[in-house]
């Protein structure tokens, strides 16, 4: 038998967005919900064409989605909170659109539920929203009408959906606190997982996929049985004809693999790109039933870097010492990469033939499969694997030699700042001269159509360079006049020339591509473009000085300076795969330091290095979080500001607080400041500061940047004597959570007037 190809799940948005803009022309009121419906039937028949095309086997339905997959999910199981149902849309798309955004208007006004990052991608899911009167059945027909659509157009393909432990483990309650799940509710789940299967099991199916990912964190006390429960219950249901794939990725389920072979399921999918280590050791040995497939992700659903050919056939020749029945399959869900290298002309044939985004690795998946067929003779003369081999015989980039001096002549004095912390405290505060609670905002001004319509004009050559600095200028004076007037204590520039806070540091550093079209959803209609590392990186002019000393130069009062991290950096870009993440970072730390020292140079007293992502990649098991990240992460952090006056204070921002776990790291990071967000009630943060004695002076949000609403006066003061009550005031900043870039200036400016006034109030006091 051929060995079958497998795809985890497609990209829905279309190759150019077709879906965002359908959507988005509906909420405008543009276009009707037939249109929509229409676009998204068109975009689900061509991408399952196209994968019918290419050869692949296992070709996923349900994998399309208005919105997100987690939501989906939830009403399948009807976990639709009362207040959604209480708007009595006609039709269910409006329904889903309220949950996943809000609604305000005849029918009433009820805000969105929760989003979150989904596992360690830039993806984010909708949390699904459980408590006791949730009464769990089977209450859509999407997966069974999506998989008959497909059949209609000829193609038989495996629906997906995300599995009952997945599902339980990352829904919550209406408090966001975790369910705790009883056995009505393990019961109830299943039984509608069950359903489902027998009801595929009715109309033909030949494989299902249960998505898995949260297998591959560490397990918790009770996990494995709760796993074992489900999928007993809903195995045990008769479903003759179907097979059952157990699918996990974003990493090694190796703490679990032989419970979950023991279950009976007809395939499982595992992660052999991030997850090849913990997966490998596991099958070797626990073994593979004879009945079980071992669907393995060997291409990469995550990264857009052509699949090394010999390399995954050495991993399938190892499992196929175990057992006879492999598939090869995307590591995880092609969602996560953009739709194709065609119509990237820009980047020449040279650099393209590097690259494999969605539709490219389904021709990959083909090839590996054909290759693993082959005899070994065949192999030998294949020109496919030989044209493979090819790009990745060293010879794609010479390296930089200036960059490797550098790397080499770094020591470890290089990753400390002195003199030490309490210390640089005092020279800054004799320095800076600041207030206590000095007030600030973590960088960016609302970017308002103005502001994008002249970047436009630049791009369209419609302004030349001059003009649009001289806009930006005004720009900057404009906000630095306006902060003065409220009474701003530190101000910034607004960052009003930048695009994109990853997307402006690339197009200033060395050894970064751009592409026209290679968007990837971030969460429902909204996509990114990630830059892609294509060298190694160095700075090629300086980036934020001007700006920065041309608002240092509008005021007396302390400008601070606004950069991004270098690991953020790299989180936010396609990093290369043939060096490592710890170097690329370190090559960005130094691109970063320049311009700090620029800036010092320029007579910037506060620079901010932000390191919004540095959080989000944690990995996902406790064991690898300092081996695998933190101990390169933390350092190359320190790298970009040791170099700078005990007097220079450094400051730096993360936009989620979810770092009880690792307070001392964040200390490590060595910043004299740090804001984030906190606004949403999260005390937990205060509390792991307190107790950890943690020394960086810290901002925790004031306000919620993420809605429109003022908040009062009173509201403020309150927020910050919560704040107080958990850390010295002379460690405190007073600042709004995050930028206000996706803010109007008609509720920044009255927030901001409140938040001085409340941190007047409270200083008097003190
Ligand atoms: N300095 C950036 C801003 O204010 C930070 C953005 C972020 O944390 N995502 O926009
Ligand atoms: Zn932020």
């Given at each position: 038998m051929p060995v079958l190809t497998s795809v985890s799940g497609f990209p829905r948005?279309?190759?150019?967005?077709e879906l965002k803009k359908a959507i988005e022309g509906y909420w405008k009121g543009n276009l009707s919900l037939q249109e929509v419906r229409s676009t998204a039937a068109d975009l689900r028949a061509r991408h399952w064409k196209l994968q019918s095309r290419q050869g692949i086997d296992l070709i996923p339905s349900n994998d399309f989605s208005y919105y997100d997959q987690m939501l989906d999910t939830a009403i399948m199981l009807n976990a639709v909170p009362q207040r959604y149902r209480s708007l009595s849309f006609d039709d269910p798309e409006d329904t889903l659109f309220a949950i996943a955004r809000g609604y305000q208007g005849e029918r009433g006004d009820v805000t969105a539920l929760p989003m979150k990052k989904w596992f360690t991608t830039n993806y984010h899911y909708i949390v699904p929203e459980i408590d006791y009167s949730t009464d769990i059945?089977?209450?859509?027909t999407k997966q069974f009408d999506e998989f008959q659509e497909a059949r209609a157009l000829g193609i038989l393909t495996k629906p997906v959906l995300i599995g009952p432990y997945t599902f339980l483990k990352l829904a919550r309650t209406p408090q966001a606190e975790e369910l705790s799940i009883d056995r009505g509710l393990i019961n109830a789940v299943s039984g509608v997982y069950a359903s489902v299967l027998q009801r595929f099991a009715e109309l033909g199916a030949s494989w299902v996929q249960f998505d898995e990912p949260y297998l591959s964190l560490d397990k918790e006390k009770g996990d494995e049985s709760l796993v074992t429960a489900l999928y007993t219950t809903i195995l045990g249901t008769p479903h003759a004809g179907v097979k059952v794939l157990l699918n996990t990725y974003f990493g090694h389920v190796g703490d679990i693999y032989e419970k979950l072979a023991l279950l009976g399921f007809d395939g499982i999918g595992l992660d052999f790109v991030e997850g090849r280590e913990g997966n490998l050791t596991a099958i070797e040995r626990h073994g593979v039933p004879q009945t079980t497939t071992i669907v393995a992700g060997v291409v990469n659903g995550r990264n857009i870097w052509r699949n090394n050919y010999a390399d995954s056939l050495g991993l399938i020749d190892a499992l196929r010492t175990v057992t006879d029945h492999v598939a090869v399959s995307t590591a995880c869900s092609l969602l996560h990469v953009p739709y194709?290298?065609?119509?990237?002309?820009?980047?020449g044939e040279d650099v393209l033939r590097h690259f494999a985004f969605a539709q490219e690795k389904l021709v990959e998946l083909r090839q590996i499969a054909d290759l693993v067929d082959a005899s070994d003779d065949a192999r030998r003369g294949s020109s496919v694997l030989h044209d493979n081999q090819s790009l990745f015989d060293g010879s794609r980039v010479a390296a930089d030699p200036a960059v490797a001096r550098r790397l080499a002549d770094l020591t470890d004095d290089d990753l400390v700042r002195l003199p030490d912390r309490s210390e640089r405290q005092r020279l800054q505060r004799e320095e800076l001269g600041l207030p206590l609670l000095p007030t600030t905002t973590i960088g960016s001004f609302p970017q308002t159509r103005e502001v994008r319509a002249e970047r436009a004009r630049l791009r369209k050559g419609e302004i030349d360079q001059a003009a649009y600095d001289d806009f930006i200028r005004g720009k900057i004076d404009d906000v630095i006049a306006r902060q003065e007037s409220i009474g701003l204590d530190v101000l910034v520039?607004?960052?009003?020339?930048?695009?994109d806070m990853v997307e402006y540091f690339g197009q200033n550093l060395h050894g970064f591509l751009f592409t026209r079209n290679a968007w990837v959803q971030s969460y429902g209609t909204r996509c990114v473009k990630p830059p892609i590392v294509w060298s190694d990186v160095s700075r090629a002019r300086p980036i934020t000085v001007k700006w920065s000393a041309y608002a240092q130069s509008r005021t007396s009062s302390i400008v601070k300076g606004m950069l991004t991290g270098p690991v953020t950096i790299l989180n936010w870009s396609w990093p290369r795969e043939d060096v490592s993440h710890e170097l690329q970072t370190r090559q960005l730390a130094l691109a970063i330091r320049d311009e700090v020292l620029d800036l010092e140079k320029a007579g910037i007293r506060i620079i901010q290095i932000d390191e919004a992502a540095l959080r989000e990649k944690?990995?996902?098991r406790r064991s690898d979080w300092h081996t695998q990240y933190l101990d390169w992460a933390v350092p190359a952090f320190r790298l970009v500001h040791s170099g700078v006056k005990p007097t220079t204070q450094i400051h730096t921002h993360m936009c989620y607080s979810e770092f009880n776990d690792i307070i001392k790291d964040i200390d490590d990071m060595d910043a004299d400041v740090i804001s984030f967000e906190a606004?949403?009630?999260?005390?937990v943060v205060l509390d792991a500061i307190h107790d950890a004695h943690f020394e960086t002076e810290a901002g925790p949000g004031v306000y919620d940047i993420h809605s429109p609403r003022i908040p009062g006066v009173e509201e403020i003061t309150r927020r910050i004597r919560e704040i107080l009550a958990k850390i010295d005031a002379d460690k405190v900043w007073i600042n709004p959570d995050c930028g206000l870039k996706t803010r109007g200036d008609a509720e920044t400016w009255p927030s901001l007037e409140n938040m001085v006034e409340a941190a007047r109030a409270i200083r008097a006091e003190l």
């Open positions: 948005i279309g190759r150019d967005r059945h089977l209450a859509s194709t290298t065609q119509g990237e002309d820009a980047l520039h607004g960052e009003f020339e930048r695009n944690l990995p996902l606004s949403r009630g999260d005390l």
